[in-house]
């Protein structure tokens, strides 16, 4: 995935421009984000549309979670994804596909 002048082909690179990306377009004023929103939106959507994942590297993303953190807004335990990577893996691959080539994210 590339990002400015930044290419980083990982799990954790690719997450960390995602990151990168929202929080300059989410921490600017309304008008601010509506502006940038509306003039890099194409240019934007050809990146993510870049970006593929695969079964493999969504399992070792769920099998490599932390423990020790807590769960999200969704009370849903880590363990449970960590225990059932390999089943949630297809279905979340798709889910995440679908998102970036669509530049749907909810």
């Not at 549309?49 to 993303?61: D, M, Q, S």
């Not at 990577?85 to 889910?95: G, K, R």
Request: proline share 2%.
């Amino acid at each position: 995935m590339t990002y400015g002048e930044t290419t980083v082909c990982d799990s954790s690179g690719i997450c960390n421009l995602l990151v990168c990306r929202f929080s300059e377009l989410f921490n600017n004023s309304v008008a601010q984000n509506d502006r940038l929103l509306t003039e890099s939106f194409d240019d934007n959507i050809m990146i993510l549309n870049n970006i593929t994942l695969n079964r493999e590297r969504v399992t070792l993303a769920l099998k490599q979670l932390d423990l020790a953190k807590g769960c999200g807004s969704d009370g849903i335990p880590t363990l449970f994804f960590k225990k059932c990577a390999y089943s949630l893996a297809e279905p979340l691959c798709y889910i995440f596909n679908r998102s970036l080539n669509t530049a749907v994210f909810f």
